[in-house]
């Protein structure tokens, strides 16, 4: 047996004893440098914790993950996906009514603000904002409007804190029935066009709930 063979059999006799062992523990019972260590868990396939700052080093035959692909040893945390931000989009995708952070950081046990930030900035999430708080949509969800309106259930009034007049509702009204063609992506030159004093987004419930643009076609 060489030595690498009896280097990556004691690193997994070290792992094994306890299902999970610190990196500095490894390396503390390794005649090797850190990254020579490093190398020899990633050519054995070795999962890192996702909590405690990655500290934690498991094998891949030893978690038995969850539904949402997670694995707890004691309160230390592993997935089977890549990261933190896989795992986390993982999550949302599969959740059909939309998830808040809350429940996220409950299911993960850990804060995921810094996450949200770097997912957002990636234009990996989708949202809509609840009164103080956002609900984070699967993809399939985001993308169907309507599907998301009927899901959520959530009326108009309170889906946007701000009123709308009845000469706003009457404008709206005149430019779906005025206008030629009216779809998703031009609603913003809509209300500029016809001054309707209504944020777009709740422009583009209404024409939703109602189902605007399919009456108009008949």
Known sequence: MTGLHKRIKLIERII???????????????????IT?????KAMGGITSYTHRGKYITLP???????????????????KFKNSFDLIVNIIN??????????????LSIKISKQIQILLSQNRLHRVKLGAKYLYLSEKLAKDKKHQLQVLDIDIEEYYDRKIKIVDLIALLKAVLTEHKIDMNNLKKLSKKYSLDVPIKKVEQLILKYDLLSKKKH
Not at 16 to 34: A, G, H, M, V, W
Not at 37 to 41: E, F, G, P, Q, S
């Open 37 to 41: 260590l490093r190398r020899d868990i």
């Open 16 to 34: 094994r004893k306890d299902q999970i062992q610190t990196f500095e523990n490894i390396l503390s019972k390794i005649y090797c440098s850190p």
């Open 61 to 79: 035959d030893i978690p038995v993950f969850n539904e949402f692909g997670i694995w707890f040893c004691k309160d230390i945390g592993f997935t």
């Open 94 to 107: 599969s959740a059909e009514k939309g998830i808040t952070r809350e429940k996220i950081e409950e299911i």
